[in-house]
């Protein structure tokens, strides 16, 4: 598969993606309506909200009702996320937390625990991105490691401190954030891909066992999105993307509708 080819298959899903957006109601009909059912009165943590597809899916999901949880690194951006939020007219909280540390990750879920008593909906969005040629990696383990531990055991401590809780009430929804390119061969993204199809894995084993307590996951593959984690990428200018808020349409469409 060529450059040109990855091209084609990316143009081909965006333009799916759009098509499949356009023909939902926005705001004012049906979807707005429809999200906050979903998520009026019920507490949703985003990780990631510091900006990209993340600050879009909380300012949206504070816009339809929910408590919004945000979860990031930046106090800074954090704060003026919430600032939109509550301009909007919605509810957020700033809750700091480095997601490549799981010490972190287990006091940041107990404070969330203590102060907010359970999460309905956890939308597993920070992740990280490397494009790098194997031929230049044969030194560089450390970024496969990295990137599992922040695509992956981020992600998976954190279901695995929230679910509990999401059983016992017999309610919940994950909803992870992935990659399209699980569905290709994408070459220079083997650290990527690698760790999103291992949080697939994990996500997919699970389903089955905890479908019975009420608890919902879902995975939605993403194609290319503008946000500050493509920028340095500059062979990205000359692909389709979906913008950080046409993105945030997806994940609210899959809490919505809560697809397996």
Same mark, same amino acid.
């Given at each position: ?7 084609? #298959? ?7 993606? %759009? ?16 999200? +906050? ?21 909380? #300012? +949206? ?46 006091? $940041? ?6 102060? @907010?008593?359970?999460?309905d909906i956890l939308v597993n969005n920070a992740g990280k991105s490397i494009r790098r040629s194997v031929s230049r990696a044969y030194d ?39 990659? *399209? ?22 996500? %997919? ?10 608890? @919902?996951?879902?995975?939605?593959? $993403? ?11 500059? #062979? ?8 950080? +808020?046409?993105?945030? @349409?997806? *994940?609210?469409?899959? #809490? ?5």
């Amino acid at each position: 598969m060529g450059p040109s080819d990855i091209t084609d #298959i990316a143009s081909q899903s965006v333009r799916t993606l %759009r098509a499949f957006g356009q023909r939902i109601p926005r705001a004012g009909g049906l979807l707005a309506h429809s999200l +906050e059912d979903a998520v009026r009165d019920r507490i949703v943590m985003i990780t990631g909200a510091s900006s990209g597809i993340g600050k879009a899916t909380s #300012i +949206e999901l504070g816009k339809a009702g929910g408590t919004v949880l945000l979860v990031a690194r930046s106090e800074d951006k954090l704060t003026e996320v919430k600032r939109q939020v509550e301009v909007m007219g919605g509810s957020a909280y700033v809750h700091l937390c480095d997601l490549t540390d799981t010490d972190d990750i287990d006091r $940041m879920a107990a404070e969330v625990l203590e102060q @907010h008593d359970h999460v309905d909906i956890l939308v597993n969005n920070a992740g990280k991105s490397i494009r790098r040629s194997v031929s230049r990696a044969y030194d560089r383990f450390h970024d496969y490691q990295r990137t599992m531990q922040l695509n992956y055991f981020g992600p998976v401590k954190l279901i695995l401190d929230l679910l509990p809780v999401m059983r016992e009430q017999k309610s919940g929804h994950i909803v992870n954030v992935s990659t *399209i390119g699980l569905q290709m061969n994408t070459p220079r993204f083997s650290a990527y891909v690698a760790s999103k199809a291992a949080l697939d894995a994990f996500a %997919r084993s699970i389903a089955p066992e905890i479908i019975d307590d009420g608890v @919902h996951i879902t995975t939605v593959y $993403m194609p290319l999105v503008r946000t500050p984690m493509i920028a340095p990428t500059k #062979i990205y200018d000359r692909f389709p993307t979906l913008s950080p +808020e046409e993105a945030a @349409h997806l *994940i609210t469409e899959a #809490i919505r509708k809560r697809p397996k």
